[in-house]
């Protein structure tokens, strides 16, 4: 069964330019998650889909950060314009969540950003 | 707010030395504790769920176990291939999962 896709998995951009991350969850998985995870530290909770209902998006910086989950599938970051801080290591994550329930999430290799 | 605190931060072993992982927490409602492993440039790999205190879960060399406040990674006899930072996370009633900052555990031949 392959695993959650993540491209590109390395992108250098400037400060204030635009940048996308794009993610493929596991076949089957209702729930997808993206974190962004900073060097030394654990992964934060940005925003989290149900199918293609973002039901949890309070830690997303909606000034610059967007994101949307079409047909409940694929999922699309995005950060425009980038600034600095946002150097860091963005991941997806999916499950199979039970509503309301606990679920094991599957992670995939991330996407190295770094704004110079 | 849920909170996860991880110590130590780094702990370095000589091949054989068991030795054991903490994760402390806080969390409105506890719904299951996940601890994941992370190589570097790789996303989290899964290892264990714990739902409740006095759980335990062994897989090879790693031995999990909980209680009410905290959860423990025992490592066994320990091996190269086991130099990872190990991730605690917690899941609770708000319905989402908080994640420490891990332990980066190095094991010496």
């Known amino acids: 069964e392959a695993g959650v896709v993540q491209s590109p998995r390395y992108k250098i951009i400037e400060k204030k330019q635009p940048v996308a991350f794009w993610c493929n969850p596991i076949s089957g998985h209702n729930t997808l998650y993206w974190y962004r995870q900073n060097l030394g530290q654990g992964p934060e909770l940005l925003i989290r889909y149900e199918n293609e209902e973002a039901v949890d998006d309070s830690q997303l910086p909606k000034d610059r950060f967007s994101a949307e989950r079409l047909k409940g599938v694929d999922s699309t970051l995005k950060i425009q314009p980038a600034e600095l801080g946002d150097s860091a290591v963005y991941l997806c994550a999916s499950s199979s969540r039970p509503s309301g329930g606990t679920d094991t999430q599957y992670f995939g290799p991330g996407t190295r950003l770094t704004v110079l | 707010e849920d909170q996860v605190t991880q110590s130590p931060e780094a702990l370095r072993l000589q091949e054989g030395e068991s030795s054991s992982l903490n994760c402390s927490y806080t969390v409105s409602g506890l719904r299951g504790l996940f601890w994941y492993r992370q190589d570097p440039g790789k996303g989290p790999e899964f290892l264990f769920t714990l739902y409740s205190a006095g759980e335990e879960k062994e897989k090879e060399r790693l031995k999990a176990t909980l209680t009410k406040k905290e959860s423990f990674l025992h490592i066994t006899a320990p091996k190269p291939e086991d130099s990872a930072t190990y991730l605690c996370?917690?899941?609770?009633?708000?319905?989402?999962?908080?994640f420490g900052d891990g332990t980066t555990l190095t094991v010496k031949p």
């Open positions: 996370a917690v899941h609770g009633n708000a319905g989402k999962s908080t």
